[in-house]
T-cell receptor
Framework: KAGVTQTPRYLIKTRGQQVTLSCSPISGHRSVSWYQQTPGQGLQFLFE???????NKGNFPGRFSGRQFSNSRSEMNVSTLELGDSALYLCASGPGTSGYNEQFFGPGTRLTVL | AQSVTQLDSQVPVFEEAPVELRCNYS??????LFWYVQYPNQGLQLLLKYLSGSTLVKGINGFEAEFNKSQTSFHLRKPSVHISDTAEYFCAVSEWTGGFKTIFGAGTRLFVKA
């Protein structure tokens, strides 16, 4: 079974621009979660999608949004980029039917905002 | 609200020595506990998880963890480490509220020296 894939792996943007990151979950997984990882803040939960619906959301401003398609692929969008948005963005997929389901992580997209 | 505290940011240890990485959590509801490992430039990989039942949980690569409800701890241990265990380790708590939300600790960098 193919693992979780994220594209692109690396991205460089400038302040004020917007960016879209993509995540393809493991086949059969209906839940996709997004996390932001920075040296200062660690891993922070952004949101979780299940069957095209956002089920849970972390404490991030509205500039961060996401969506999930019928094939469970997910995209995350960040508008009006700020320097502090530079981070590794990790996507994780899982069955999503219970809190004890394991999450399978992708390699991440490293976003640098200049 | 959930929170996870990893008590050591870095743990240096010699090869073949035992190691314990400490994790304390707080939550107002029943939670599921996880340990993940992150190797450089990679996503996270599940080491082990506690759902219920036996408080001693065995995982991959010879790691084990003990759940202590009274102390709200979930410490990770390995009796003999290898150079290849050098990585960052994350303790995580997942809470199910109709959708799940996983909160990660700040991480502990394990550095195994020859």
């Amino acid at each position: 079974k193919a693992g979780v894939t994220q594209t692109p792996r690396y991205l460089i943007k400038t302040r004020g621009q917007q960016v879209t990151l993509s995540c393809s979950p493991i086949s059969g997984h209906r839940s996709v979660s997004w996390y932001q990882q920075t040296p200062g803040q660690g891993l922070q939960f952004l949101f979780e999608y299940f069957s095209e619906t956002q089920r849970n959301k972390g404490n991030f401003p509205g500039r961060f949004s996401g969506r999930q398609f019928s094939n469970s692929r997910s995209e995350m969008n960040v508008s009006t980029l700020e320097l502090g948005d530079s981070a590794l963005y990790l996507c994780a997929s899982g069955p999503g039917t219970s809190g004890y389901n394991e999450q399978f992580f992708g390699p991440g997209t490293r976003l640098t905002v200049l | 609200a959930q929170s996870v505290t990893q008590l050591d940011s870095q743990v240096p240890v010699f090869e073949e020595a035992p190691v314990e990485l400490r994790c304390n959590y707080s939550s107002s509801v029943s939670v599921y506990l996880f340990w993940y490992v992150q190797y450089p430039n990679q996503g996270l990989q599940l080491l082990l998880k506690y759902l219920s039942g036996s408080t001693l949980v065995k995982g991959i690569n010879g790691f084990e963890a003990e759940f202590n409800k009274s102390q709200t701890s979930f410490h990770l241990r390995k009796p003999s480490v290898h150079i290849s265990d050098t990585a960052e380790y994350f303790c995580a708590v997942s809470e199910w509220t109709g959708g799940f939300k996983t909160i990660f600790g700040a991480g502990t960098r394990l550095f195994v020296k020859a």
